[in-house]
C-alpha cells in the first residue's frame, strides 16, 4: 500500500492520570503499552463502547494492557484516561 493509502492516525494524548500510571510502568509495561496505543491510534474503534458514556475500553488479554479513551468528534486525537499494563 502506497503512504497515500495508509490509514490516517489520530493524535494520541494522555490526561493526567494516565501519566501518573505511565510513570509506574516498567520499560517492558510500556512497550507493550506503546504497541497498544499504536492499535488504537488506527482504528480507534478497537475498544469496547462503555455504557452511557463517550469512553471506550482497550482490552488485550495477550499483552496484559486495559487502556481506557474516548475520540474526539473528528477522529482526529484520541484522548487516553486510563492504562493498566
Same mark, same amino acid.
Given at each position: 500500500?502506497?503512504?497515500?493509502h495508509t490509514?490516517?492516525?489520530?493524535?494520541?494524548v =494522555?490526561v493526567?492520570?494516565?501519566?501518573?500510571?505511565?510513570?509506574?510502568?516498567?520499560a517492558s509495561e510500556?512497550?507493550? =503499552?506503546?504497541r497498544?496505543? %499504536?492499535?488504537i491510534? %488506527?482504528?480507534?474503534? =478497537?475498544g !469496547?463502547?462503555?455504557?452511557d !458514556?463517550?469512553l471506550?475500553?482497550y482490552v488485550d488479554?495477550?499483552d496484559?494492557?486495559?487502556?481506557?479513551?474516548? %475520540?474526539?468528534? =473528528?477522529?482526529?486525537?484520541t484522548? *487516553?484516561?486510563? *492504562?493498566e499494563a
Open positions: 500500500m502506497s503512504p497515500e490509514p490516517r492516525r489520530s493524535q494520541v =494522555l493526567e492520570p494516565a501519566l501518573s500510571q505511565l510513570e509506574k510502568l516498567t510500556t512497550h507493550r =503499552l506503546d497498544a496505543i %499504536v492499535a491510534s %488506527v482504528n480507534p474503534e =478497537l !469496547t463502547p462503555v455504557p !458514556t463517550l471506550r475500553d488479554d495477550i496484559g494492557i486495559r487502556v481506557i479513551y474516548y %475520540v474526539t468528534a =473528528l477522529r482526529q486525537i484522548i *487516553v484516561a486510563y *492504562v
